[in-house]
């Protein structure tokens, strides 16, 4: 069975372009044959709109991050085949403090989305995380097992990346989620006409090196208009810069995901030595030549990167900010 993968996409910023991002990366995929599901966990349910799905009460992961629920029920279907929308509304702002109440308070979303990813439906599951590290977007990082981070090419894009950065290894440190790699950081709203945009992604680039996608977004009107037509940039815009630049994006990132070479040489051996097993077995010496399995090679050094490195750069003093405090249950709770 394929392990369904769950990727946050997280920056305290807000307007950075996280919904644009999971939205487009997640319709991408799905039309390249990928079958997804979107949790819109942001109380604004800017991915819900931008997906055209009706905002409704009662219509989130709200119930189901308190038990009284089950998070399957609300997933809906899109405008784009094989992408599926748990949606949100503005009563998910109130989950925030509910779930500070629960014991396990970091774990509600994960113990919610658990029937789901164990159900193998979904190859990724993305989830759309509000403009802040309050408690929905540390379930969501305690869910996932990888991290993506939109920045947004503006003066200023290294500050506060340490805070996200450094909630994985606090969670890691903690023990709330040792799993969670960080997949990348997607720099979006890129203006070619200005040397600045150029600046900032060799700023960034230089400090998380390449954990940094290649595929840079474009500042464009189309992507800009696309969610108030409730459509992804590939539906409402089909042969622009803007989908162009997303189909790219998604390209990178499934060579991103694609496992380190060695295991894959690690499995042809083994499905070699089966095969030799099979046909000393069977008295074959000669068969018909069996086409030989595809070996991809993935591009080195851009898979996700241990949580070491992420600290390092988190540590480097121009990626100013704090490195806030972990979260406890009690302050939290009170
Ligand atoms: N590449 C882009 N080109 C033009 N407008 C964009 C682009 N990416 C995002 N926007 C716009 O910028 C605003 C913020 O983007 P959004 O994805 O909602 O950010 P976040 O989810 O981080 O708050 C939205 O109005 C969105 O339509
Ligand atoms: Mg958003």
Known sequence: ??????????????????????VNLAACLAESGQRLLLVDLDPQANATSALGVEKQPGRSAYAALLEEGQLADQIVPTPVER????????????AEVEIARAEQYLHCFQKALAPIRAAARYDYIFIDCPPALGILTCNALTAAQALIIPVQCEYLALEGLSM???MIAQLSAGGANRELKLDGIIMTMFDVRTRLAQQVVEEVRKHFGTSVYETLIPRTVRLS???????PIILYDPRGTGAEAFRALAEEFFRRQA???????????RMQKEDNGKQASEGRANRPDKPAAPVEQPQANNGPVPVEVVEKAAAEPSASGPVPA???GGQAGS
């Open 83 to 94: 992408l599926d929308l748990i949606p949100s509304e503005l009563d998910l702002a109130g």
């Open 225 to 231: 208009e696309a969610p108030s037509f409730g459509q």
């Open 164 to 166: 996200i950065t450094g």
């Open 259 to 269: 496992p380190p070479a060695e295991e894959m040489q690690n499995a042809e051996l």
């Open 326 to 328: 972990p979260p406890t």
């Open 1 to 22: 069975m394929i392990a369904t993968k769950v990727i946050a996409f997280a920056n305290q910023k807000g307007g950075v372009g996280k919904t644009t991002t999971a």
